[in-house]
């Protein structure tokens, strides 16, 4: 009896302690503007093409800039890279501002993007990410039946940055980033209870709000 509450305080103590913490910052390096009839792009600097989990981060922050405003049009960004193959594909994209020039000498581009008032593009950079792990838990069946027993936790850090391009201007206006850190647990006895602290997600709205903001000054 006295182990199990030993073993839920310890609990309780990771459960308290493993709450995510978000930061987030923003930096305007010149005044800009924009427009009802304007549009902007989010592209990631990523060449894991194949990381599914870096491809739901992208396609989580189109849906939620969208919801949290109507003062701009979003396009989204599986949408423009087909439109525009293989120009804003991750080995073709510009990695960086030096680069946006020579890509926007491209009449058909330069043409193409004014056609669809594409004001600014965003470049996404950051991952998340795996810090620190311990514990281990252990299940096992038998004629009484079955369960498993132990604990299990880890540490993510979820950092990612947005880069505000003006294509017409060919400079950058402004960065605005979210750095989430967090614990997340699995202690069993018998059944597994997985305490995530989805830094992802919340890295996700906390960069999401940072540009709507960006963009509402």
């Known amino acids: ?11 309780l103590f990771f459960i308290i ?37 870096e491809l739901d981060f992208m396609d989580c922050l189109n849906t939620s800039i969208s919801k949290k405003q109507n003062t701009f049009e979003i396009i989204p960004t599986r ?10 594909e991750p080995s073709t994209a510009p990695q960086s501002i030096e680069d946006l020039p020579k890509i926007l000498s491209n009449e058909l ?36 039946g079955g369960g ?28 605005v980033s979210a750095n989430v850190t967090g614990t997340s647990m699995i202690p069993a006895i018998v059944i597994p209870i997985p305490i995530l602290a989805r830094t992802q997600s919340n890295a996700c709205e906390g960069l999401s709000d940072q540009i709507v903001s960006f963009f509402s000054n």
């Open 1 to 11: 009896m006295a182990s199990s509450k030993k073993y839920f305080a310890f609990l």
């Open 17 to 53: 302690s493993g709450c995510s913490t978000t930061r987030v910052d923003e930096e305007i390096n010149t005044a800009f503007t924009i427009s009802g009839d304007e549009s902007i792009v989010l592209l990631s600097n990523s060449y894991h093409t194949g990381n599914q989990t």
């Open 79 to 88: 949408q423009f890279q087909n439109l525009f193959y293989p120009w804003f």
């Open 109 to 144: 581009i330069r043409n193409q993007l004014s056609e669809m008032k594409i004001k600014y593009l965003i470049k996404i950079t950051g991952e998340t990410k795996t810090n620190a792990s311990s514990g281990a838990l252990s299940c096992a069946a038998g004629p009484g």
């Open 148 to 175: 498993c027993f132990g604990f299990a936790w880890w540490d993510d850090t979820s950092a990612y940055n947005a880069s505000v391009w003006d294509l017409s201007q060919e400079t950058s206006v402004g960065n």
